[in-house]
């Protein structure tokens, strides 16, 4: 009898353990999505991206003559961009860093969607750094206004 007791008591246990054993493996999963998108006139991709956080931003001018101007900033600060060409939603430039380094800059216009949402925006590939600890190797900038240099 004292071994069914046990039994029981150690039954007990491990059915009241399994969900508290189950919350902590949670897994977390997001449908994520990225279509590049060609506007048919330039002027569509004009406006104010923000990326992660509001001290990444990209300003999108369209000039006279179709011709296209694309500032970068980066912790707030303005980052350089030369030879900036546009071919379809497919964005090229050069990056002149702090130093005087210069580094490919290549991104891409489109729609990403997110767990069934969707946001027009610049995917940035490339190394963004955040902090010390945290580089991310593609970021994802989403248009907040179609007005270069403000915000909704």
């Given at each position: 009898?004292?071994n069914?007791?046990l ?13 508290a ?6 897994s977390k ?5 990225f ?8 002027g ?10 509001s ?14 101007e694309?500032?970068?900033y ?10 900036v060409e546009?071919?379809g ?7 002149v860093l702090g130093?005087?380094?210069r ?10 969607r997110?767990?069934?949402e ?5 995917l940035?590939?490339?190394?963004v750094?955040i902090d ?8 994802f ?12």
């Open positions: 009898m004292r069914f007791l039994l029981v008591i150690a039954g007990a246990v491990l059915v009241s353990a399994t969900p054993a189950s919350k902590k493996h949670k999963h997001k449908e994520k999505s279509e590049p998108v060609a506007s048919v006139e330039v569509g991709y004009s406006g104010h991206y923000v990326g992660i956080e001290k990444y931003w990209v300003d999108v001018k369209v000039e006279a003559n179709d011709r296209i694309v500032t970068l980066e912790e707030g600060a303005r980052v350089s961009l030369r030879e546009l071919s939603s497919r964005l090229e430039a050069t990056k130093d005087g380094t580094v490919p800059f290549e991104a891409t216009f489109g729609e990403r997110v767990n069934g969707g946001a027009f925006g610049l940035v590939e490339g190394d750094r010390d600890d945290v580089v991310f190797s593609r970021l900038y989403r248009r907040q206004s179609t007005t270069p240099g403000t915000a909704p």
